[in-house]
């Protein structure tokens, strides 16, 4: 780990390039060499964009297969509105603001590589840097935090690898969110060697352990942003590739996932229920108004207003879809997108060979006995009542209820024949209320 002491020897960074006639894939390569600002909330593990393994595979030379440039129109207007938010900034402050363009490296971790917008000279003649940034206006709220003024946590990281590489005290941000000149947040953050030491740290491990090593990091980010990273250095699905076997980490990271899975079923069982208490009583609610779209209530002191009101939306239903493809082809694909997304499921099974072949074997369907084979036709006349029965969903639930109560079947024979039970079936046991009549 870094020195500690906070009294250190105040250095001068060293210029690792001269920037202002390189090319943009030229600036790239030389970045490569290091870690720069903008990498560091990545690297540590805060970052809302990208991941520490996005990092390592730039700073060896992978390419992704799949650029993302859902936000380009964003990352360029930052770029085309730097010189004005600069202007803005010294407007606002009265503080004089120039450019070095140069590419700095810290002379103890020549790892750590410092590109700086711009620098700042302060009153009394200290030197500071200063942060460009653009956002929409939905997005300033992130520079608050519980009422109070602060920097994103992601751009913190980015001004404290500066001050360490630049060996200046203080970074100021200037972010501007709409068109006029007072719809900009400058902040000020100043030095704290307790953060930066341990930034360090980090920084040094993910460089010599990774980078230099060639083996890259772990996923340790939320699962968005380690999908994101997946599909962007993947690629799309491939049906046809062969399957990969798991090994390393990988076994244990899908047994945490299987027990977890199982965790979610049986809290998911609890909101069920809730869930289905809670469209009973609105339903009894909602029957009582009628065809108003209005009603009140006084209790307690207060009144409380309910509405009930319809909503009409156009829609395309997939018959009417298939019809436009077939008879207007030129505006179906003129019009129509077609969007991929990818399913993941887990499926329990074992492995055993007969004579040379392998033969997986998946986990057994229902066996019919003749303890549950009145349960289970019962729960297929559950299934398709909706379809066949002639009378009202109301009054086939109670039908269906009556029938379970007067069987008095158990719910230890349910939870037996739960691998037979489809989707639909379970939810309508929930939703009639059926589920309760079984006994414990």
């Given at each position: 780990?870094?020195?500690?002491?906070?009294?250190?020897?105040?250095?001068?960074?060293?210029?690792?390039?001269?920037?202002?006639?390189?090319?943009?894939?030229?600036?790239?390569?030389?970045?490569?060499?290091?870690?720069?600002?903008?990498?560091?909330?990545?690297?540590?593990?805060?970052?809302?964009?990208?991941?520490?393994?996005?990092?390592?595979?730039?700073?060896?030379?992978?390419?992704?297969?799949?650029?993302?440039?859902?936000?380009?129109?964003?990352?360029?207007?930052?770029?085309?509105?730097?010189?004005?938010?600069?202007?803005?900034?010294?407007?606002?402050?009265?503080?004089?603001?120039?450019?070095?363009?140069?590419?700095?490296?810290?002379?103890?971790?020549?790892?750590?590589?410092?590109?700086?917008?711009?620098?700042?000279?302060?009153?009394?003649?200290?030197?500071?840097?200063?942060?460009?940034?653009?956002?929409?206006?939905?997005?300033?709220?992130?520079?608050?935090?519980?009422?109070?003024?602060?920097?994103?946590?992601?751009?913190?990281?980015?001004?404290?690898?500066y001050m360490a590489v630049m060996d200046m005290d203080r970074v100021f941000f200037c972010c501007l969110y709409?068109?006029?000149?007072?719809?900009?947040?400058?902040?000020?953050?100043?030095?704290?060697?307790a953060y930066e030491e341990e930034m360090i740290f980090l920084e040094q491990e993910f460089w010599n352990s990774?980078?230099?090593?060639?083996?890259?990091?772990?996923?340790?980010?939320?699962?968005?942003?380690?999908?994101?990273?997946?599909?962007?250095?993947?690629?799309?699905?491939?049906?046809?590739?062969?399957?990969?076997?798991?090994?390393?980490?990988?076994?244990?990271?899908?047994?945490r996932y299987m027990q977890l899975q199982e965790q979610k079923k049986q809290s998911d069982k609890y909101s069920?229920?809730?869930?289905?208490?809670?469209?009973?009583?609105?339903?009894?609610?909602?029957?009582?108004?009628?065809?108003?779209?209005?009603?009140?209530?006084?209790?307690?002191?207060?009144?409380?207003?309910?509405?009930?009101?319809?909503?009409?939306?156009?829609?395309?239903?997939?018959?009417?879809?298939?019809?436009?493809?077939?008879?207007?082809?030129?505006?179906?694909?003129?019009?129509?997108?077609?969007?991929?997304?990818?399913?993941?499921?887990?499926?329990?099974?074992?492995?055993?060979?007969?004579?040379?072949?392998?033969?997986?074997?998946?986990?057994?369907?229902?066996?019919?006995?003749?303890?549950?084979?009145?349960?289970?036709?019962?729960?297929?006349?559950?299934?398709?009542?909706?379809?066949?029965?002639?009378?009202?969903?109301?009054?086939?639930?109670?039908?269906?209820?009556?029938?379970?109560?007067?069987?008095?079947?158990?719910?230890?024979?349910?939870?037996?024949?739960?691998?037979?039970?489809?989707?639909?079936?379970?939810?309508?046991?929930?939703?009639?209320?059926?589920?309760?009549?079984?006994?414990?």
């Amino acid at each position: 780990m870094p020195d500690t002491n906070m009294e250190r020897e105040r250095h001068s960074p060293l210029v690792l390039v001269d920037t202002e006639d390189l090319t943009r894939e030229e600036w790239l390569d030389w970045r490569r060499r290091g870690i720069g600002g903008s990498d560091v909330s990545a690297i540590i593990g805060i970052s809302p964009f990208r991941t520490a393994r996005d990092i390592y595979y730039d700073k060896v030379g992978i390419a992704a297969v799949e650029e993302n440039e859902g936000n380009w129109v964003a990352m360029e207007m930052g770029h085309l509105l730097e010189d004005l938010v600069a202007k803005i900034f010294e407007r606002k402050t009265g503080l004089k603001i120039y450019q070095v363009k140069k590419m700095f490296r810290h002379p103890l971790y020549p790892f750590m590589l410092a590109d700086v917008d711009y620098f700042i000279t302060m009153t009394d003649g200290t030197k500071a840097v200063l942060e460009i940034k653009t956002t929409n206006y939905n997005a300033k709220d992130h520079w608050w935090k519980d009422g109070r003024e602060t920097v994103p946590v992601h751009y913190e990281a980015q001004g404290r690898h500066y001050m360490a590489v630049m060996d200046m005290d203080r970074v100021f941000f200037c972010c501007l969110y709409g068109n006029t000149e007072d719809e900009v947040i400058i902040r000020e953050l100043r030095r704290d060697m307790a953060y930066e030491e341990e930034m360090i740290f980090l920084e040094q491990e993910f460089w010599n352990s990774h980078v230099q090593k060639q083996i890259p990091p772990p996923y340790l980010e939320d699962g968005d942003v380690i999908l994101a990273s997946a599909r962007q250095y993947c690629g799309r699905a491939d049906k046809d590739a062969g399957a990969i076997v798991l090994n390393g980490t990988m076994p244990s990271t899908l047994m945490r996932y299987m027990q977890l899975q199982e965790q979610k079923k049986q809290s998911d069982k609890y909101s069920k229920k809730l869930e289905a208490d809670i469209q009973r009583l609105k339903a009894i609610l909602a029957a009582e108004m009628g065809t108003s779209c209005k009603a009140v209530c006084d209790m307690d002191g207060s009144r409380y207003t309910l509405t009930y009101n319809p909503v009409r939306k156009m829609v395309v239903d997939k018959g009417n879809l298939a019809r436009l493809k077939l008879q207007y082809p030129e505006i179906y694909e003129q019009f129509v997108t077609v969007s991929e997304f990818r399913t993941f499921h887990v499926t329990e099974g074992r492995t055993v060979t007969v004579g040379s072949q392998a033969v997986r074997l998946k986990r057994p369907v229902t066996t019919i006995t003749s303890e549950n084979a009145g349960l289970l036709q019962f729960l297929d006349a559950v299934f398709h009542a909706e379809k066949y029965s002639e009378l009202s969903n109301s009054d086939t639930g109670i039908l269906l209820k009556n029938y379970a109560k007067q069987r008095n079947y158990s719910k230890e024979l349910l939870s037996s024949v739960l691998s037979g039970i489809t989707g639909s079936a379970a939810i309508k046991l929930i939703e009639w209320g059926i589920i309760y009549e079984f006994t414990s």
